[in-house]
């Protein structure tokens, strides 16, 4: 029995104004997979998930979420897809406390929007800091923040930028253990790391992307085999 892709990039080239960051990205990821983008920074990897969402100024190519082919479709319609997307920056807002931050974000997905309780037992700290001011939270908790928030949505395919980055390994840890029950309840999850080794613990398959397009797809268990290609690649 075929499913359908959660995710399928066919030929995918983009542009910010006359910058071409991406070269024919072709990439594939299945429903329940977590999916690793890998690269040295600029490689095209966060320009990966912005031109799915139609963030970047000017695309060519394909790009499929299950099944449905986003062609010209605005950035809100994408989004209503059921797709969640976790930028870099997180974007929480400052002045609202942590729970009107969970609080905000409408349902549009076509999947099961978690609960503020359900939320509160995955992210217990977050349950701690409810009424602190999203400026107060730590570097940790408001990442933690920015991936619950998009789990109030609904939204089942979940686009994750670096979300360890500069963060302490307790915390690290943590986000590890939020992907693999979040996998565990059929999530389909793209990440974008450069912690090679949290990475390489949670990732179904690792796509490598430089100068714009994919240069090498490994499969968890040719991990081993393929590290020092991997390494040489990555400059780790």
């Known amino acids: 029995m075929t499913t359908t892709p959660a995710l399928e990039i066919s030929g995918l080239n983009a542009w910010y104004g006359e910058s071409h960051v991406l070269h024919g990205v072709d990439l594939t990821v299945e429903p329940g997979e977590v999916v690793c983008l890998l690269g040295r920074n600029g490689a095209g990897r966060t320009s990966t998930l912005r031109a799915i969402l139609g963030l970047t100024s000017r695309t060519t190519g394909t790009v499929r979420v299950n099944g449905i082919d986003l062609g010209d479709k605005n950035t809100h319609d994408i989004a209503r897809l059921g797709i969640g997307y976790c930028p870099e920056e997180r974007g929480i807002f400052a002045s609202l406390t942590c729970e009107q931050n969970l609080l905000l974000p409408p349902v549009v997905g076509q ?11 995955m992210f217990p700290n977050l349950k ?8 107060r939270l730590s570097g940790g908790e408001q990442q933690m923040l920015a991936i ?45 790391e450069q912690n090679f080794r949290f990475a390489s613990q949670l990732a179904d398959r690792n796509y490598v992307i430089e100068h714009g397009k994919v240069v090498l797809m490994v499969k968890k268990e040719e991990l081993s085999q393929k590290q020092k290609e991997l390494e040489t690649l990555l400059g780790v």
Do not use: M, W
């Not at 999947?111 to 037992?121: K, N, P, S, V």
């Not at 701690?128 to 400026?135: A, D, F, I």
């Open 111 to 121: 999947g099961q929007a978690l609960t503020i309780d359900e939320i509160y037992d």
């Open 128 to 135: 701690e800091r409810r009424n602190s001011p999203g400026g």
């Open 148 to 192: 619950a928030r998009i789990l109030r949505t609904g939204a089942n395919l979940l686009l994750l930028d670096e979300i360890t980055e500069g963060l302490a390994p307790v915390i690290v840890q943590k986000l590890g253990e939020v992907v693999r029950t979040l996998k565990q309840r059929s999530f389909t999850i793209v990440l974008v």
